[in-house]
């Protein structure tokens, strides 16, 4: 069974200029995950999605972030513009998704977009 | 409402033990271990759900003491693919959100 893609692994971008990642989830998992992870640090949750509905987005810097997930499948995450400060890795996660017993849900994470903005 | 992980840091030789704690100032609904090798994804260890509970996998297991809101994580006779970073991620309601600890770096030596 094929793992969370993700694309680019890597990308370097100026600062100002603006940057995308796409995942494709686990075929049949209904919530995707987008993740920040700093260097050295543990992952921090940006946008949850369940199907199409953004579920959770209160940590998503909206004023330069956006994510869409079309058809509650695929995701994109795009930063427009892109900060010194937006350095990180970019993980995708996804789950098999169930309200009602969130707690055990677990995820599995996609290899991230490594951005470096210079 | 972020767990803290401690150790920050441990370096073993193969076949010792080590022990990294994961505690939250939250009721906790449960607990997930994940393991994350340099430029890799982070890796499902396991879960657990409700106080008292242990699990193992191989040679790493956990606990789960719900009362002090934290949890254990057990790695015997550790081996060089053990090294790598510790997450513990802690869900402090019933919902989907998953919050991390900031990790437990674990190198195994020979």
């Known amino acids: 069974e094929a793992g969370v893609v993700q694309s680019p692994r890597y990308k370097i971008i100026e600062k100002k200029q603006p940057v995308a990642f796409w995942c494709n989830p686990i075929?049949?998992?209904?919530?995707l995950y987008w993740y920040r992870q700093n260097l050295g640090q543990g992952p921090e949750l940006l946008i949850r999605?369940?199907?199409?509905?953004?579920?959770?987005d209160s940590q998503l810097p909206k004023d330069r972030f956006s994510a869409e997930r079309l058809k509650g499948v695929d995701s994109t995450l795009k930063i427009q513009p892109a900060e010194l400060g937006d350095s990180a890795v970019y993980l995708c996660?996804?789950?098999?998704?169930?309200?009602?017993?969130?707690?055990?849900?677990?995820?599995?994470f996609g290899p991230g977009t490594r951005l470096t903005v210079l | 409402q972020q767990p803290v992980q401690s150790p920050q840091a441990v370096i073993l030789r193969e076949g010792e033990d080590a022990v990294i704690n994961c505690s939250s100032s939250?009721?906790?609904?449960?607990v997930h271990w994940y393991r994350q090798k340099h430029g890799e994804a982070p890796v499902f260890l396991m879960i657990?759900?409700?106080?008292?509970e242990q699990k193992g996998h191989e040679k790493i297991s956990a606990s789960f003491n719900e009362k002090k809101q934290q949890s254990s994580l057990y790695l015997t006779a550790s081996q060089l693919s053990y090294s790598g970073t510790y997450f513990c991620?802690?869900?402090?309601?019933?919902?989907?959100?998953?919050?991390f600890g900031q990790g437990t770096t674990l190198q195994v030596k020979p």
């Open positions: 657990l759900l409700k106080g008292g």
């Open positions: 939250k009721a906790l609904y449960s």
């Open positions: 991620g802690t869900h402090p309601g019933n919902t989907g959100k998953l919050i």
């Open positions: 996660a996804s789950s098999l998704g169930n309200a009602l017993v969130g707690s055990t849900d677990t995820q599995y």
């Open positions: 999605y369940e199907n199409e509905e953004a579920v959770d």
């Open positions: 075929s049949g998992h209904n919530t």
